[in-house]
Protein backbone atom coordinates (compact mmCIF):
# COMPACT_ATOMS: atom_id res chain seq x y z
CA UNK A 1 0.00 0.00 0.00
CA UNK A 2 1.41 4.07 -1.19
CA UNK A 3 1.66 5.69 2.01
CA UNK A 4 -0.08 8.63 1.56
CA UNK A 5 1.53 12.31 3.20
CA UNK A 6 -2.15 13.43 4.83
CA UNK A 7 -3.25 9.93 6.45
CA UNK A 8 0.70 9.90 8.11
CA UNK A 9 -0.02 13.24 8.93
CA UNK A 10 -3.72 12.29 10.72
CA UNK A 11 -2.05 9.96 12.75
CA UNK A 12 0.39 11.73 13.82
CA UNK A 13 -2.25 14.39 15.08
CA UNK A 14 -4.59 11.92 16.68
CA UNK A 15 -1.08 10.04 18.57
CA UNK A 16 -0.41 14.17 20.14
CA UNK A 17 -3.76 14.62 20.81
CA UNK A 18 -3.65 11.28 23.05
CA UNK A 19 -0.27 10.81 24.23
CA UNK A 20 0.45 14.46 25.09
CA UNK A 21 -2.42 16.22 25.71
CA UNK A 22 -4.37 13.44 27.28
CA UNK A 23 -7.39 13.33 25.31
CA UNK A 24 -9.51 9.75 25.68
CA UNK A 25 -8.32 7.55 22.72
CA UNK A 26 -11.76 7.10 21.18
CA UNK A 27 -13.19 10.35 21.26
CA UNK A 28 -10.08 11.70 19.90
CA UNK A 29 -10.02 9.17 17.17
CA UNK A 30 -13.97 9.73 16.19
CA UNK A 31 -13.58 13.36 16.32
CA UNK A 32 -10.63 13.14 14.00
CA UNK A 33 -12.06 10.41 11.55
CA UNK A 34 -15.39 12.92 11.44
CA UNK A 35 -12.94 15.57 10.20
CA UNK A 36 -12.64 14.94 6.47
CA UNK A 37 -15.30 13.54 4.80
CA UNK A 38 -13.49 12.74 1.58
CA UNK A 39 -11.66 9.83 3.88
CA UNK A 40 -13.28 6.22 2.66
CA UNK A 41 -13.26 2.94 5.05
CA UNK A 42 -10.39 1.91 3.93
CA UNK A 43 -8.47 5.46 4.80
CA UNK A 44 -10.35 5.86 8.52
CA UNK A 45 -8.92 1.71 8.97
CA UNK A 46 -6.01 2.84 8.21
CA UNK A 47 -5.86 5.65 11.00
CA UNK A 48 -7.14 4.34 13.51
CA UNK A 49 -5.32 0.64 13.51
CA UNK A 50 -2.20 2.55 13.42
CA UNK A 51 -3.36 4.83 16.04
CA UNK A 52 -4.54 2.03 18.17
CA UNK A 53 -1.37 0.01 17.55
CA UNK A 54 1.02 2.92 18.42
CA UNK A 55 -0.61 3.58 21.59
CA UNK A 56 -0.35 -0.04 22.73
CA UNK A 57 2.93 -0.48 21.59
CA UNK A 58 4.56 3.28 22.13
CA UNK A 59 7.38 2.34 24.25
CA UNK A 60 8.12 -0.62 22.06
CA UNK A 61 8.35 1.61 18.60
CA UNK A 62 9.78 4.33 20.08
CA UNK A 63 12.53 2.43 21.26
CA UNK A 64 12.94 0.79 17.47
CA UNK A 65 13.12 3.63 16.30
CA UNK A 66 15.88 4.89 18.16
CA UNK A 67 14.06 6.87 21.66
CA UNK A 68 11.55 5.78 24.40
CA UNK A 69 7.94 7.18 24.93
CA UNK A 70 6.55 8.73 22.09
CA UNK A 71 6.34 12.61 23.97
CA UNK A 72 7.08 14.79 20.61
CA UNK A 73 6.00 15.10 17.37
CA UNK A 74 9.19 14.01 15.99
CA UNK A 75 9.36 11.12 18.31
CA UNK A 76 5.70 9.91 17.02
CA UNK A 77 5.90 10.44 13.26
CA UNK A 78 10.17 8.14 13.70
CA UNK A 79 7.75 5.41 15.76
CA UNK A 80 5.42 5.54 12.83
CA UNK A 81 7.94 5.16 10.76
CA UNK A 82 9.41 2.27 12.78
CA UNK A 83 6.77 0.72 13.20
CA UNK A 84 5.69 1.18 8.89
CA UNK A 85 9.18 -0.28 8.65
CA UNK A 86 7.84 -3.67 10.57
CA UNK A 87 4.70 -4.04 8.07
CA UNK A 88 6.69 -3.94 4.79
CA UNK A 89 6.41 -0.38 3.74
CA UNK A 90 9.31 1.50 2.10
CA UNK A 91 9.62 4.81 3.77
CA UNK A 92 9.21 7.65 1.43
CA UNK A 93 11.83 9.84 0.96
CA UNK A 94 10.00 12.46 3.95
CA UNK A 95 12.16 14.88 6.21
CA UNK A 96 10.43 13.46 9.33
CA UNK A 97 11.75 10.15 8.37
CA UNK A 98 15.45 10.73 7.82
CA UNK A 99 18.01 8.82 9.46
CA UNK A 100 15.65 5.92 9.72
CA UNK A 101 16.66 2.95 8.48
CA UNK A 102 15.25 -0.96 8.42
CA UNK A 103 18.38 -2.66 9.82
CA UNK A 104 18.19 -0.69 12.85
CA UNK A 105 14.74 -1.18 13.29
CA UNK A 106 14.35 -4.55 13.11
CA UNK A 107 17.64 -4.76 15.32
CA UNK A 108 16.22 -2.70 18.20
CA UNK A 109 13.34 -4.97 18.07
CA UNK A 110 14.81 -7.91 18.72
CA UNK A 111 16.98 -6.56 21.41
CA UNK A 112 13.13 -5.36 23.11
CA UNK A 113 12.02 -8.62 23.18
CA UNK A 114 13.98 -9.43 26.14
CA UNK A 115 13.12 -6.71 28.26
CA UNK A 116 9.48 -7.35 28.92
CA UNK A 117 8.00 -3.68 29.97
CA UNK A 118 9.44 -3.05 26.38
CA UNK A 119 8.65 -5.60 24.52
CA UNK A 120 4.45 -5.69 25.91
CA UNK A 121 5.35 -1.53 26.02
CA UNK A 122 4.26 -0.47 29.55
CA UNK A 123 5.64 1.75 32.09
CA UNK A 124 8.56 0.42 34.28
CA UNK A 125 6.43 0.82 37.37
CA UNK A 126 3.59 -1.00 36.08
CA UNK A 127 5.29 -4.01 34.72
CA UNK A 128 7.00 -3.90 38.55
CA UNK A 129 3.66 -3.11 40.39
CA UNK A 130 1.76 -6.21 37.74
CA UNK A 131 4.26 -8.52 38.77
CA UNK A 132 3.84 -7.92 42.31
CA UNK A 133 0.16 -8.22 41.99
CA UNK A 134 -0.21 -11.35 39.87
CA UNK A 135 3.69 -13.18 39.94
CA UNK A 136 4.04 -15.56 37.22
CA UNK A 137 1.02 -14.68 35.76
CA UNK A 138 1.21 -11.30 35.21
CA UNK A 139 3.76 -12.01 31.75
CA UNK A 140 0.61 -13.99 29.61
CA UNK A 141 -2.14 -11.47 31.32
CA UNK A 142 -0.49 -8.48 29.95
CA UNK A 143 0.30 -9.89 26.92
CA UNK A 144 -3.24 -10.90 26.21
CA UNK A 145 -4.34 -7.23 26.96
CA UNK A 146 -2.62 -5.74 24.22
CA UNK A 147 -4.44 -7.66 21.81
CA UNK A 148 -7.38 -6.12 19.96
CA UNK A 149 -11.07 -6.63 21.78
CA UNK A 150 -13.44 -8.44 20.06
CA UNK A 151 -17.07 -6.62 19.13
CA UNK A 152 -19.31 -8.06 21.64
CA UNK A 153 -23.33 -6.84 21.68
CA UNK A 154 -25.96 -7.83 24.56
CA UNK A 155 -29.85 -8.60 23.45
CA UNK A 156 -32.31 -6.39 25.39
CA UNK A 157 -35.07 -8.58 25.70
CA UNK A 158 -37.23 -5.35 26.18
CA UNK A 159 -37.09 -4.45 22.41
CA UNK A 160 -35.89 -8.18 21.12
CA UNK A 161 -35.12 -11.61 21.13
CA UNK A 162 -31.77 -13.45 20.48
CA UNK A 163 -33.48 -14.51 17.13
CA UNK A 164 -34.59 -11.49 16.19
CA UNK A 165 -31.32 -10.11 15.95
CA UNK A 166 -29.72 -13.09 14.73
CA UNK A 167 -32.04 -12.59 11.69
CA UNK A 168 -30.79 -9.09 11.73
CA UNK A 169 -27.17 -9.54 11.47
CA UNK A 170 -27.87 -12.46 8.87
CA UNK A 171 -29.78 -9.75 6.59
CA UNK A 172 -27.34 -7.56 7.04
CA UNK A 173 -24.59 -10.06 6.47
CA UNK A 174 -22.74 -9.21 9.20
CA UNK A 175 -20.67 -12.35 10.36
CA UNK A 176 -20.97 -13.01 14.29
CA UNK A 177 -20.54 -16.40 16.65
CA UNK A 178 -22.30 -17.17 19.79
CA UNK A 179 -20.95 -17.99 22.82
CA UNK A 180 -22.05 -20.00 25.63
CA UNK A 181 -20.13 -17.55 28.42
CA UNK A 182 -23.47 -15.56 28.47
CA UNK A 183 -26.56 -16.12 27.87
CA UNK A 184 -27.47 -12.84 25.45
CA UNK A 185 -23.93 -12.35 24.40
CA UNK A 186 -22.93 -12.70 20.31
CA UNK A 187 -19.65 -11.68 19.33
CA UNK A 188 -19.43 -9.96 15.83
CA UNK A 189 -16.83 -10.84 13.39
CA UNK A 190 -14.60 -7.89 12.00
CA UNK A 191 -15.22 -4.68 11.63
CA UNK A 192 -18.82 -2.73 11.67
CA UNK A 193 -20.15 0.46 12.93
CA UNK A 194 -23.46 -1.11 14.72
CA UNK A 195 -24.56 2.65 16.28
CA UNK A 196 -25.56 3.41 12.90
CA UNK A 197 -27.73 0.81 12.03
CA UNK A 198 -31.79 0.61 12.30
CA UNK A 199 -31.52 -2.62 14.65
CA UNK A 200 -29.15 -0.76 17.91
CA UNK A 201 -31.56 2.87 17.34
CA UNK A 202 -34.53 0.90 18.31
CA UNK A 203 -33.01 -0.63 21.42
CA UNK A 204 -32.11 -4.26 19.75
CA UNK A 205 -29.08 -4.60 21.58
CA UNK A 206 -25.96 -2.78 23.59
CA UNK A 207 -22.53 -3.03 22.81
CA UNK A 208 -21.19 -4.75 26.00
CA UNK A 209 -18.30 -7.23 26.29
CA UNK A 210 -18.78 -10.99 28.12
CA UNK A 211 -17.58 -10.28 31.06
CA UNK A 212 -19.57 -7.06 31.48
CA UNK A 213 -22.42 -8.85 30.74
CA UNK A 214 -21.62 -11.39 33.64
CA UNK A 215 -21.86 -8.49 36.42
CA UNK A 216 -25.49 -7.77 36.38
CA UNK A 217 -26.75 -11.83 36.61
CA UNK A 218 -24.37 -12.33 39.45
CA UNK A 219 -27.12 -10.28 41.46
CA UNK A 220 -29.78 -12.69 40.89
CA UNK A 221 -32.64 -9.85 40.07
CA UNK A 222 -36.25 -10.57 40.66
CA UNK A 223 -39.32 -8.80 38.84
CA UNK A 224 -40.36 -6.37 41.49
CA UNK A 225 -37.54 -5.70 43.36
CA UNK A 226 -35.76 -2.97 44.43
CA UNK A 227 -32.55 -2.48 43.32
CA UNK A 228 -29.64 0.12 43.35
CA UNK A 229 -27.02 0.48 40.88
CA UNK A 230 -24.54 2.97 43.21
CA UNK A 231 -22.03 3.51 40.66
CA UNK A 232 -24.01 3.69 37.32
CA UNK A 233 -22.13 5.85 35.13
CA UNK A 234 -23.72 5.46 31.41
CA UNK A 235 -25.83 3.10 32.85
CA UNK A 236 -24.54 -0.07 30.56
CA UNK A 237 -25.19 -2.76 33.88
CA UNK A 238 -28.49 -0.57 34.69
CA UNK A 239 -29.59 -1.55 31.46
CA UNK A 240 -28.94 -4.98 32.07
CA UNK A 241 -30.74 -5.39 35.15
CA UNK A 242 -33.85 -3.31 33.91
CA UNK A 243 -34.18 -6.09 31.26
CA UNK A 244 -33.54 -8.94 33.77
CA UNK A 245 -36.34 -7.61 36.10
CA UNK A 246 -38.52 -7.31 32.71
CA UNK A 247 -39.25 -3.64 33.34
CA UNK A 248 -41.15 -4.48 37.10
CA UNK A 249 -39.80 -3.19 39.92
CA UNK A 250 -37.40 -0.37 40.51
CA UNK A 251 -33.84 0.40 39.64
CA UNK A 252 -32.00 3.68 41.49
CA UNK A 253 -29.35 4.69 39.26
CA UNK A 254 -27.09 7.00 41.24
CA UNK A 255 -23.35 8.30 39.99
CA UNK A 256 -21.48 11.86 40.96
CA UNK A 257 -21.59 12.69 37.02
CA UNK A 258 -25.13 14.08 35.95
CA UNK A 259 -23.38 14.01 31.99
CA UNK A 260 -23.11 10.16 32.24
CA UNK A 261 -26.75 9.88 34.33
CA UNK A 262 -27.80 11.82 31.28
CA UNK A 263 -26.75 9.64 29.33
CA UNK A 264 -28.15 6.82 30.68
CA UNK A 265 -31.78 8.45 30.80
CA UNK A 266 -31.23 8.65 26.78
CA UNK A 267 -30.03 4.93 26.32
CA UNK A 268 -33.28 3.93 28.61
CA UNK A 269 -35.21 5.61 26.59
CA UNK A 270 -33.99 3.64 23.49
CA UNK A 271 -33.73 0.63 25.44
CA UNK A 272 -37.53 0.65 27.04
CA UNK A 273 -36.20 0.79 30.48
CA UNK A 274 -38.87 1.94 32.12
CA UNK A 275 -37.97 1.37 35.56
CA UNK A 276 -34.60 3.22 35.91
CA UNK A 277 -34.68 6.86 38.10
CA UNK A 278 -31.58 8.34 38.30
CA UNK A 279 -29.86 10.41 40.98
CA UNK A 280 -27.16 12.23 41.24
CA UNK A 281 -25.16 11.44 44.37
CA UNK A 282 -25.03 14.34 47.21
CA UNK A 283 -23.85 14.06 50.53
CA UNK A 284 -25.68 11.67 52.86
CA UNK A 285 -27.63 9.86 50.35
CA UNK A 286 -26.58 6.76 51.23
CA UNK A 287 -28.69 7.50 54.79
CA UNK A 288 -31.44 8.62 52.78
CA UNK A 289 -31.61 4.97 51.06
CA UNK A 290 -30.65 3.48 53.94
CA UNK A 291 -31.44 -0.75 53.87
CA UNK A 292 -34.02 0.54 51.03
CA UNK A 293 -32.54 -2.04 48.51
CA UNK A 294 -32.89 -5.73 47.69
CA UNK A 295 -30.07 -5.88 45.41
CA UNK A 296 -27.32 -2.98 45.79
CA UNK A 297 -24.75 -2.85 42.52
CA UNK A 298 -21.03 -1.29 43.57
CA UNK A 299 -19.58 -0.85 39.95
CA UNK A 300 -16.55 0.70 41.73
CA UNK A 301 -13.81 3.29 39.93
CA UNK A 302 -11.11 1.20 39.30
CA UNK A 303 -7.87 1.72 37.43
CA UNK A 304 -8.97 -0.64 34.48
CA UNK A 305 -6.69 -2.73 33.75
CA UNK A 306 -8.65 -5.49 32.81
CA UNK A 307 -9.84 -3.64 29.82
CA UNK A 308 -6.98 -2.00 28.22
CA UNK A 309 -7.93 -4.04 25.24
CA UNK A 310 -10.14 -1.33 24.55
CA UNK A 311 -8.58 1.66 26.22
CA UNK A 312 -5.00 1.06 25.85
CA UNK A 313 -3.79 4.63 26.91
CA UNK A 314 -4.89 3.58 30.16
CA UNK A 315 -1.32 2.43 30.45
CA UNK A 316 -0.33 5.60 29.85
CA UNK A 317 -2.48 7.71 32.17
CA UNK A 318 -2.65 5.41 35.01
CA UNK A 319 -0.08 6.17 37.51
CA UNK A 320 1.15 4.72 41.16
CA UNK A 321 -0.40 7.41 42.66
CA UNK A 322 -3.82 7.55 40.69
CA UNK A 323 -3.76 3.61 41.74
CA UNK A 324 -3.79 4.19 45.00
CA UNK A 325 -6.32 6.98 44.99
CA UNK A 326 -8.68 4.34 43.36
CA UNK A 327 -8.11 1.70 45.74
CA UNK A 328 -8.69 4.16 48.73
CA UNK A 329 -12.13 5.39 47.22
CA UNK A 330 -13.15 1.61 46.24
CA UNK A 331 -13.28 1.18 50.40
CA UNK A 332 -15.21 4.41 51.50
CA UNK A 333 -18.03 3.19 48.75
CA UNK A 334 -17.72 0.29 50.03
CA UNK A 335 -17.40 1.18 53.33
CA UNK A 336 -20.51 3.91 52.93
CA UNK A 337 -22.92 2.45 50.24
CA UNK A 338 -23.41 -0.93 51.51
CA UNK A 339 -26.23 0.85 54.23
CA UNK A 340 -28.05 1.06 51.75
CA UNK A 341 -28.32 -3.13 50.98
CA UNK A 342 -31.44 -4.50 52.98
CA UNK A 343 -31.20 -7.76 55.87
CA UNK A 344 -30.74 -10.41 53.65
CA UNK A 345 -30.19 -8.25 50.38
CA UNK A 346 -27.32 -8.79 47.92
CA UNK A 347 -24.50 -6.77 46.98
CA UNK A 348 -22.43 -7.57 44.24
CA UNK A 349 -18.78 -5.75 44.20
CA UNK A 350 -17.37 -5.57 40.60
CA UNK A 351 -14.20 -4.02 39.28
CA UNK A 352 -12.50 -4.07 35.75
CA UNK A 353 -9.42 -4.32 37.45
CA UNK A 354 -7.07 -7.93 37.44
CA UNK A 355 -5.20 -6.27 40.90
CA UNK A 356 -5.84 -8.50 43.49
CA UNK A 357 -5.45 -4.82 45.62
CA UNK A 358 -8.44 -3.57 43.58
CA UNK A 359 -10.44 -6.87 43.91
CA UNK A 360 -10.14 -9.81 46.87
CA UNK A 361 -8.02 -8.08 49.06
CA UNK A 362 -10.53 -4.84 49.21
CA UNK A 363 -13.63 -7.88 49.66
CA UNK A 364 -11.40 -9.84 52.37
CA UNK A 365 -10.72 -6.05 54.54
CA UNK A 366 -14.09 -5.26 53.94
CA UNK A 367 -15.42 -8.56 55.24
CA UNK A 368 -13.56 -8.17 58.25
CA UNK A 369 -14.87 -4.89 59.59
CA UNK A 370 -18.64 -5.94 58.34
CA UNK A 371 -18.90 -9.60 59.78
CA UNK A 372 -23.17 -9.31 58.99
CA UNK A 373 -21.72 -9.69 55.33
CA UNK A 374 -21.18 -12.90 53.94
CA UNK A 375 -19.29 -13.62 50.52
CA UNK A 376 -21.51 -16.40 49.16
CA UNK A 377 -19.72 -16.29 45.36
CA UNK A 378 -16.51 -15.17 43.83
CA UNK A 379 -15.16 -15.00 40.28
CA UNK A 380 -11.96 -13.32 38.66
CA UNK A 381 -11.88 -13.53 34.76
CA UNK A 382 -8.66 -13.77 33.22
CA UNK A 383 -7.67 -12.14 29.57
CA UNK A 384 -5.48 -14.76 28.78
CA UNK A 385 -7.47 -17.81 30.07
CA UNK A 386 -10.73 -16.70 28.34
CA UNK A 387 -10.09 -13.88 25.61
CA UNK A 388 -12.95 -11.82 27.26
CA UNK A 389 -11.79 -8.38 29.71
CA UNK A 390 -10.34 -8.85 32.73
CA UNK A 391 -13.25 -8.46 35.52
CA UNK A 392 -13.71 -9.20 39.34
CA UNK A 393 -17.48 -10.27 40.27
CA UNK A 394 -18.01 -10.85 44.21
CA UNK A 395 -21.95 -11.39 45.28
CA UNK A 396 -22.07 -11.12 49.38
CA UNK A 397 -25.05 -11.14 51.56
CA UNK A 398 -25.93 -9.07 54.23
CA UNK A 399 -27.23 -11.04 57.16
CA UNK A 400 -28.49 -8.31 59.40
Not at 61 to 82: C, E, V
Amino acid sequence: MRLHRNLCEAIVIGLEQILIQGAHAGYAIDTLLQSNKKWGARDRNFIADHIYTLIRYQRLYGYAAGGDYMDTAPSIWMALGAYLITTGHELPDWPEWAGLDAATVHSRLAAAHSHRALAESLPDWLDAKGGQELGSHWASEIHALNDQAPLCIRVNHLRATRQTVIDFLQSEQIPFTLSDAAPDAIIISGRKNLRTTYAYKSGWFEIQDISSQLVAPALDVQPGMMVIDACAGAGGKTLHLASLMQNKGRITAIDIYPDKLKELEARARRNDAKIIRTTAYTDGLESTLRESADRLLLDVPCSGMGVIRRNPDTKWKLTSDLLEQYIIAQQDILRRYSAMLRPGGVMVYATCSIFPSENEKQIQAFVADHPSFTIIGEQSISPSQTGFDGFYICRLQRRN
